[in-house]
């Protein structure tokens, strides 16, 4: 016979999901003690990206959300096998990385679909990259016929130091005006800007987004929300040419040689 939801189930459209935070990770005791730190350096001019909360609550409020289902969600308290909590284990970069793809990438590729919109996430060899580039960066914002849109770089939350070199770097080579660093648990995003009119490059950055983060109006966005605005933006403006010192250049290696 067929199955029934259990009662109380709930069907989620695009704007209930992007305000669902995202579980905790489930950690092993034999997990990496350190991470791939690559001898690059980040020397341009960094500022805070002005009202990023605000520009996020303002697009979610704004938006004119379709109704279609996206999901399902049972009713909680759930059994402690249901799939509604994390039931795999990390312990490395790669499985992070894994977790990410599937509670980001899978929802946020849903949830813009369902909005008409043409935007996914994906490797970056599922990208259409017109130079040839031999670097592999983590992650990508692109759209369904692989242009990229968004660069993006994935740490594990227990490895330190993270730092904004890596990005940037990709953010410059790519010619793409957004990008962000995750460690799942913690997420920056950034943004290009020449508003300054001196002739450089300014990164911006912003706060940084807590995976577990709900909404609270004037105060937090959820990861989700974040990463709907942020694609928005980048698909009605994705390029940028970086305008980089020609002193310090804009990422360095060990060195002080400009890359």
Same mark, same amino acid.
């Given at each position: ?85 994390? *039931? ?77 070199? *890596? ?65 928005? *933006? ?26």
């Amino acid at each position: 016979m067929p199955f029934s939801p259990p009662s109380g189930t709930l069907a989620l459209d695009g704007r209930d999901l992007v305000l669902q935070p995202l579980p905790d990770l489930q950690v092993g005791p034999g997990s990496t003690k350190s991470g791939a730190i690559h001898d690059v350096f980040f020397v341009g001019q960094l500022a805070p990206w002005p009202n990023f909360i605000n520009d996020v609550e303002n697009c979610f409020r704004l938006f004119p959300w379709a109704t279609s289902v996206v999901d399902v969600h049972e009713p909680l308290p759930a059994l402690p096998h249901s799939l509604s909590y994390e *039931q795999t284990y990390v312990g490395d970069e790669h499985s992070v990385q894994g977790r990410f793809t599937q509670l980001i990438g899978q929802a946020m590729g849903g949830i813009f679909l369902s909005q008409g919109l043409d935007i996914r996430l994906g490797d970056f060899k599922s990208c259409t990259v017109e130079k040839e580039y031999q670097k592999v960066p983590d992650t990508m914002m692109r759209n369904a016929a692989g242009a990229p849109l968004v660069v993006g770089e994935e740490k594990t939350p227990w490895a330190r130091p993270h730092d904004i070199r *890596q990005p940037a770097m990709y953010m410059r080579d790519l010619e793409l005006k957004f990008g962000f660093i995750s460690t799942y648990e913690q997420t920056v995003f950034f943004c290009q800007d020449d508003s300054v009119g001196n002739n450089q490059t300014v990164l911006l950055y912003s706060p940084v987004i807590e995976h577990n983060w709900g909404y609270i109006p004037g105060r937090t966005v959820t990861l989700k929300q974040a990463m709907f605005y942020l694609g928005l *933006q980048a698909s009605a403006a994705p390029h940028f040419t970086t305008s980089e010192s020609r002193t310090t250049g804009w990422v360095t290696n060990g060195d002080g040689e400009k890359l």
